[in-house]
């Protein structure tokens, strides 16, 4: 169970968290054809701040662009109600949740009159791999599905109906008693875990998928910054399977997930086992940044 707060922001007004509801015949809970962003407020010495909001927002917007979705507010309007919502609910550190929706009106595929909503919840929630595994790393499988290909869905859009093929390989990974799931694409090729972005380590060079089947992760793009200025190369390129076993350091990396060492897959035992020494630097910055305690790089909060 989440742990609950009180109050949610349901298209303009706050309303108590159990009073939070739509109906049965929501169009998005039948077909999925909402959109969602997850972005994270962490406590700092000057007060909560929220990570990369503009970018969030900004994502939120585009996917409502690509399912042609029309959000009945601005992006200014969006990014209040994110600050608001931290702070009806006095949270300090919390994980928010804003999502796009198509309501209640026609049934059937063809709904594109039905109106539009929006809200947008907060809660607590902790390491979302347990605090084990961000310290030690996670066991992970490659997933018996295939990640969505490009002319099924879009990758670019954080697409509600999206998460079906992310909920199959995530309990077929912990049915079969990993962690995670590591999903390849129709190619073959590794994509993403089911809600991450991977990266891994190999004689000193930092590799991660190329956009084409992952989501344009933020916290991805955050990392691939982070390491060039740390003079580590980085490199968007095809990774197989096999290439993540002989690396010697993998990780995934989220919002919800922050960055999580991956110390196995497929019972292979990944570098020493134990996180790595560049998994643990950037790790390290990371969490740094996120609490405000790495100043150059203010500009990634927003102060609530
Ligand atoms: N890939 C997928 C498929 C994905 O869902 C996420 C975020 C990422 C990569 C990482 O993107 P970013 O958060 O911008 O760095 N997944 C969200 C939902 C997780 C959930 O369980 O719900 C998240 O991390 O908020």
Known sequence: MLTESEKIWMDGKFVKWADAKVHVLTHTLHYGTGVFEGIRCYKTAKGSAIFRLKEHVDRLFDSCHIMNI???????????????????????????????YVGYGAMGLYATSNPI??????????AYLGDE??????????????RLHVNVSMTKSKTCGDYVNSTLAKNEAISCGYDE??????DGLVSEGTGQNIFIVRDGVLKTPPLPSVLEGIT???????????KIAVLETDITRDEVYIADEAFFVGTAAEVTPIREV???TIGTGKPGPVTKKLQKLFFEIVKGEAKSYSKWLTKV
């Open 70 to 100: 029309k959000a009945p507010f601005s992006k200014q309007e969006i990014t209040q109600a994110i600050i608001d919502t931290v702070k009806v609910n006095k949270l300090k550190e919390c994980y928010i949740r804003p999502i796009v």
């Open 117 to 126: 909503s929006v809200s947008i919840a907060a809660w607590p929630w902790g």
């Open 133 to 146: 595994g961000i310290k030690n790393g996670i066991r992970v499988k490659v997933s018996s599905f295939a």
């Open 181 to 186: 799931a590591l999903i390849l694409d129709t």
């Open 220 to 230: 991805r793009r955050s990392i691939m910054e982070m390491a060039k200025k740390l």
């Open 266 to 268: 497929d019972n292979r």
